[in-house]
């Protein structure tokens, strides 16, 4: 009897879930496995199949929920600030994934799909306590509005130690008034709110103000304003930008040590590689430079023959000189750099010193050259 009870049970608590499922729900959940290996694959058969941003973003979060499995195991194939690629390729492989997984592929799929969306990462608070370690879940812009969307929590729940599959929609498309009393963004601008809420309010179960009821109008953030110039943003702005929003918010320093290291690694990895690109283009430049001084050069032993066009030689320097100034240049870049590990440009500093004597060198003796056969 303790057994079909527990049966009834379960299902009188999932037949609601399926007995909503609708025309949208069923045609995303349709998807030929053929086409579900790439999130390209799948958002094409989105974008094919439904018109309006509202339904694709609902079938979207529908095959995400329903085709990837919480595989609390998967933690431990998350790296450091790993690619979003390498998260949504191993989570579509294995159809398994933690809240990296599930954030990474439903925002990818929306951004293909021509939806504005963005993974966000921060706290979550279940049963009045704010969760020990981290969470990822994402935004979308849907009818000129943001709403938030959790495909991990819906996918599921957690049960002690284990986790169970129960697909639900409790957390799709949730107003941001609504979402910030269980979910709290490191980067305030995520919160989509004119007065964000600080960690302090957060943990308090604080509701988010309103220009009438605060008492506090400097702390008014026009998130909209800033959405838009962050969305013109490279990476390095963009990564800077939201370094300077989390360390100048009210965040107990231990709540945001991790993400601000995970923050300044990205930012100084972007410094090496420009670092790295500059270094290499001007090593480029000096070695085109090197390329024609050789031309000259054999041009020279051969007596100057075959006679080239009166400006063909002076423009050969030229281009030298011109390589000579854009190696310096860049050069200058990478002295002048933010990076915490630089590069030692002193031998090729050297070089391009060193091109610069003998190329006038070779300059003069082209033009005593002239005057004498004249």
């Not at 694959?41 to 079938?59: L, M, N």
């Not at 709403?147 to 949730?174: I, K, M, Q, R």
């Not at 430049?285 to 390329?291: E, S």
Request: glycine content about 4%.
């Amino acid at each position: 009897m303790k057994l079909l009870l527990i049966f009834v049970c379960f299902i009188f608590y999932t037949l609601p879930i399926y007995a909503q499922i609708g025309k949208i729900e069923r045609t995303a959940l349709n998807i030929p496995d053929s086409e579900t290996n790439t999130t390209d694959d799948i958002a094409a058969y989105i974008k094919s199949h439904f018109k309006t941003d509202e339904d694709k973003v609902r079938a979207i979060y529908t095959w995400v929920t329903n085709n990837i499995k919480y595989d609390k195991n998967s933690i431990h194939r998350i790296i450091l600030d790993e690619d979003q690629e390498l998260r949504v390729i191993y989570a579509l492989k294995s159809r398994r994934g933690v809240c990296e997984n599930f954030a990474a592929i439903f925002n990818d799929i929306c951004q293909k799909s021509g939806i504005p969306s963005f993974y966000i990462e921060g706290y979550t608070k279940q049963n009045g306590s704010i969760d020990r370690t981290g969470h990822a879940w994402c935004a979308a812009f849907v009818d000129n509005n943001w709403a938030l969307y959790d495909p991990t929590w819906d996918a599921g729940f957690l049960n002690g130690s284990n986790y169970v599959d129960l697909v639900g929609s409790h957390y799709f498309e949730n107003s941001p008034d609504d979402f910030i009393s269980s979910h709290l963004p490191f980067d305030p601008m995520f919160q989509f709110l004119n007065y964000p809420v600080t960690y302090k309010e957060f943990y308090n179960g604080i509701r988010p103000t309103t220009s009438k009821q605060t008492n506090k109008p400097e702390s008014y953030f026009n998130y909209k304003d800033s959405l838009s110039v962050y969305n013109r943003l490279d990476s390095l702005s963009r990564y800077l930008a939201s370094l300077h929003r989390i360390e100048n918010f009210d965040w107990p320093s231990s709540k945001i040590d991790t993400k601000l290291k995970r923050l300044k690694l990205e930012i100084e990895l972007i410094y090496q590689d420009r670092d790295m690109d500059f270094y290499h283009s001007a090593i480029a430049d000096y070695n085109n430079g090197i390329d024609l001084l050789n031309k000259f050069i054999n041009y020279r032993n051969n007596q100057f023959q075959p006679v080239k066009k009166m400006n063909e030689v002076p423009g050969m320097f030229d281009t030298i000189s011109k390589k000579i100034a854009s190696a310096n240049e860049k050069l200058r870049e990478v002295n002048k750099s933010e990076a915490t590990l630089t590069l030692n440009t002193g031998d090729i500093q050297q070089k391009l010193n060193d091109l610069v004597v003998y190329v006038k060198q070779q300059q003069n003796f082209y033009k005593n050259y002239l005057s004498s056969s004249k």
